[in-house]
């Protein structure tokens, strides 16, 4: 059974430790993504495994706005609540999740106009996203020739799997909502963060 990083309270066990360095993703992106779990299992699963969660989780998670930021590892126990209140591998549900509400995503911001790019227009513009939805680390794109990209996240040593798989299939969308056929997204583990390789059929 695959499992994710756990809740942890937000408090200072150092006094180098700041609140402000802890990752986290923007309001925009999780209201999205809770409307999308919502959708799929029903607004009342979702709020009876909000009760499963700790008081100052499901506070801040039912308070959050457009212009929030929430901690990640925090978003990552609301979708396992989830998950197990409807008895679904937590990757697996994350990843549908994910699906749609990138899509949501990034059909709001760009429309149609994505299929009407060149490819390093199109994977410049993952990085522009990516700094609107998360606080941690930031991604460099690369065209390595027709059909073929590379995208490089650095500044997150011990970025967990389940934000891993989520930048593999917003990439994905990304492709395929602007017309690229067959795209895949591979990914790897680097000491600064992951390594992303894009492919799919050149027009």
Do not use: C
Not at 172 to 200: C, N, Q, S, Y
């Amino acid at each position: 059974m695959n499992t994710v990083e756990t809740f942890r309270p937000l408090r200072r066990e150092s006094a180098r430790v700041s609140l402000i360095d802890i990752p986290r993703l923007s309001g925009a992106l999780i209201i999205t993504q809770r409307k999308v779990m919502e959708k799929l299992v029903g607004a009342h699963v979702v709020k009876q495994a909000l009760t499963k969660l700790p008081d100052q989780v499901r506070a801040e998670y039912e308070a959050l706005t457009p212009l929030s930021w929430f901690p990640a590892l925090w978003f990552n126990d609301v979708v396992a609540a989830v998950a197990a209140e409807v008895r679904m591998d937590v990757l697996v549900f994350h990843a549908e999740v994910l699906r749609r509400s990138a899509e949501l995503t990034i059909l709001k911001i760009w429309g149609i106009f994505m299929r009407l790019t060149s490819d390093q227009a199109l994977v410049s513009r993952t990085p522009i996203l990516y700094s609107r939805s998360y606080t941690q680390g930031e991604l460099t794109t690369r065209i390595l020739g027709p059909g073929r990209a590379e995208i490089t996240l650095r500044g997150w040593p011990h970025v967990p799997e389940i934000q891993i798989q989520a930048l593999k299939i917003f990439i994905g969308t990304v492709l395929k909502i602007a017309g690229r056929k067959h795209p895949t997204v591979t990914a790897e583990r680097r000491p600064t963060g992951a390594l992303f390789h894009a492919t799919w059929r050149p027009y």
